[in-house]
């Protein structure tokens, strides 16, 4: 079979290696689809993961048929269209430094259990929408970790895939208000199209003035006013205007959630927050919340579709991973098998 290998810094080949075998409690995948990553396009630039490694299978964003099941697997039969966490399979992270990737003919998932490392999801959801849900899940993840109610607040720096998903993680929590901020008009669009009830464009405008515009004001401990009404930051962006603006006065018991990467450091006059006691937390990947979002996906499909912008055939593999590296290029490339 074909599967896409890193072998060097900028060196991505389509190499022909075995399609692995079935054991007792397996089952085959045959892939119909897998997203790119943004942080795909970095490990190929430095070669591979972790950095420098000698051969990465990549791909970890799979969707695809059962074309074979062990004898000893229960819940799971052929034919059956099904997600898989990659981080949750017995042989390490798929596409992430593990023996194997989905951007490959055929995906072995080994101890598979329905629930824990596969789900199947609907007839009715296309491959390239059911890929969604490893980034959805991230985003989902990110945005439980703020612990959202009704009656807040919210803004979301960064309308890419994973902005989007914690634009609708927060409208399933019911949150009241959620704006989005990006530098792109046609994700800005994208973003009102899936239920944002305002957006920001973080080139043209002053955000925090915008916000009060927006949240009202908020004060801090010291009851200084003209702060941000916003509740909850969700930082899907990973650029210092981000966090320049969130710290700049966040209001009393404001919380921001960072899953964005950030790849430089950043000073932070912590003395400067105490007044506003804001809580930070970070999120990693998706332990409990990768087939929580199957149903999401289900129910709102078409939402779900406009998130994607490229669909790009195996056999392009290459030209995926170049758009999906060039900031502004495009949203969200999924490749597809057939």
């Keep these: 079979m074909k599967s896409v290998i890193v072998t060097g810094p900028g060196k991505l080949e389509i190499a022909e290696v075995p399609i692995p075998q079935v054991g007792p409690r397996d089952v085959l995948v045959k892939m119909k689809a897998c997203g790119i990553c943004g942080a795909d396009p970095h490990a190929l630039a430095e070669g ?38 990659p981080t949750l399979v017995t042989d390490s992270i798929t596409g992430g430094g593990g023996p194997q990737g989905a951007l490959s003919e055929y995906l072995l998932v080994r101890e598979a259990a329905p629930g824990v490392n596969v789900a199947v999801f609907p007839e009715h959801v296309p ?18 970790r703020t612990h959202p109610r009704p009656e807040h607040k919210a803004v979301v720096f960064g309308a890419g895939p994973v902005g989007l998903g914690a634009l609708l993680a927060l409208k399933h929590h019911g949150v009241s208000h959620v704006v989005v901020a990006d530098v792109q008009p046609n994700r800005l669009d994208k973003a009102l199209a899936l239920g944002a009830d305002a957006v920001i464009n973080s080139a ?25 009404g916003t509740d909850l930051y969700l930082d899907a962006a990973g650029v210092p205007d981000v966090l320049r603006t969130v710290f700049a006065g966040p209001k009393l018991g404001a919380v921001l959630g960072i899953v ?32 929580s979002v199957i149903d999401d996906i289900a129910a709102n499909t078409d939402a779900c579709s406009a998130i994607v912008s490229d669909l790009i055939p195996f056999s392009e593999v290459e030209r995926a991973f170049d758009l999906a590296g060039r900031p502004g290029a495009t949203d969200k490339v999924v490749v597809t098998f057939e």
């Design 48 to 85: 591979g993961i972790p950095a420098g490694a000698s051969a990465t299978p990549m791909g970890h964003e799979p969707a695809g048929e059962i074309v074979e099941v062990g004898a000893e697997t229960s819940g799971l039969r052929p034919g059956d269209r099904v997600v898989i966490d």
């Design 127 to 144: 491959w390239h929408v059911a890929a969604l849900a490893e980034p959805l899940a991230v985003a989902r993840r990110s945005v439980d």
């Design 204 to 228: 043209e405008q002053d955000v925090r003035a915008r916000l009060v515009e927006l949240h009202g004001e908020g004060t801090d401990a010291f009851g200084r006013t003209g702060l941000p």
């Design 260 to 291: 964005a990467i950030h790849r430089d450091p950043f000073p932070v006059d912590f003395q400067m927050l105490i007044p506003s006691e804001l809580t930070i937390v970070h999120s990693m990947g998706h332990p409990t919340e990768m087939f």
